[in-house]
C-alpha cells in the first residue's frame, strides 16, 4: 500500500463551483500535513498547512481527519487561476527526511 | 521567502556525459533534497542531506551521487547520464519538520 494516495483526476469544473479533493495516508502516526500546488512546468508551491483543527485561507479550507487517515481540501468559487495539480504531502514520523507525497490531482476550471 | 535557487532551468546531454545541477538557498536551511519527477510516478526522493558533508540515499540514488560542501549548496551528479534520467529534476530545502521550499526546477533530457 502507498503512503499517501490522492485521486489523480482530472476533476473538470466550472468557475464558480465548489470542489474538493481528498488523500490518504497510511502511517497513523504521521504528524504533519501539507497540500501544495504545481502549475505545469513548474515548482510545487505551498498552499497550506493542514492543522488538526483545520484551517482556513481565503476560498481554501484544509482538514485533517486523523480517525479516518485523510486529509482534504475544499475550493470554493472556483477561479480559472485555480486550474493546477494539487499535492498532498505527509510528513510521518519525526525527521526532516520522512516526507511522502501525493501523486497529485489535476484540477481544470471551465469557463 | 526563501529562495532555492537551481542553476539551469533546461539542459541537454547526451548519454555517458556527466551531468552536474546545482542547488543553493539562502535561508542555513539544514536539510536538502534531490528528487525527480515523472508523469504518473510523483515525486521521488534520490538524496538527502541533513548536515555539510552529510548525506543519505533516497529512493531512487542508483546512477546518481551528491556533494554538500557548503551548507547553502547541494549538488547531484549524474556519473554517466542515461535516456531513462531524463526527467525533471526538483531541489527543495527545509529546517526541522517546517514546510518544503523547491527551486524552480531543472528539465533535463538525455539524447
Known amino acids: 500500500r502507498k503512503e499517501v494516495e490522492q485521486d489523480p483526476g482530472p476533476f473538470n469544473v466550472p468557475e464558480g463551483a465548489t470542489v474538493a479533493f481528498n488523500c490518504t495516508y497510511s502511517?497513523?502516526?504521521?504528524?504533519?500535513f501539507f497540500w501544495y500546488r504545481q502549475d505545469c512546468r513548474k515548482e510545487p508551491k505551498l498552499l497550506m498547512s493542514?492543522?488538526?483543527s483545520g484551517n482556513e485561507d481565503g476560498r481554501f479550507t484544509a482538514q485533517l481527519n486523523r480517525a479516518s487517515q485523510y486529509i482534504s481540501l475544499l475550493i470554493r468559487d472556483s477561479k480559472l487561476s485555480d486550474s493546477a495539480t494539487y499535492l498532498c504531502?505527509?510528513?510521518?514520523?519525526?525527521?526532516?527526511?520522512?516526507?511522502?507525497f501525493g501523486t497529485g490531482t489535476r484540477l481544470t476550471v471551465i469557463p | 521567502d526563501v529562495k532555492v535557487t537551481q542553476s539551469s532551468r533546461y539542459l541537454v546531454k547526451r548519454t555517458g556525459e556527466k551531468v552536474f545541477l546545482e542547488c543553493v538557498q539562502d535561508?542555513?536551511?539544514?536539510?536538502m533534497f534531490w528528487y525527480r519527477q515523472d508523469p504518473g510516478l510523483g515525486l521521488r526522493l534520490i538524496y538527502f542531506?541533513?548536515?555539510?558533508?552529510?548525506?543519505e540515499k533516497g529512493d531512487i540514488p542508483e546512477g546518481y551521487s551528491v556533494s554538500r560542501e557548503k551548507k547553502e549548496r547541494f549538488s547531484l551528479i549524474l556519473e554517466s547520464a542515461s535516456t531513462n534520467q531524463t526527467s525533471m529534476y526538483l531541489c527543495?530545502?527545509?529546517?526541522?519538520?517546517?514546510?518544503?521550499?523547491f527551486g524552480s526546477g531543472t528539465q533535463l533530457s538525455v539524447l
Open positions: 542531506s541533513y548536515d555539510v558533508k552529510m548525506k
Open positions: 502511517n497513523s502516526a504521521s504528524q504533519s
Open positions: 535561508m542555513d536551511h539544514e536539510n
Open positions: 527543495a530545502s527545509r529546517q526541522g519538520g517546517e514546510k518544503l521550499f
Open positions: 493542514v492543522y488538526s
Open positions: 504531502v505527509v510528513n510521518g514520523l519525526a525527521g526532516a527526511n520522512n516526507l511522502f
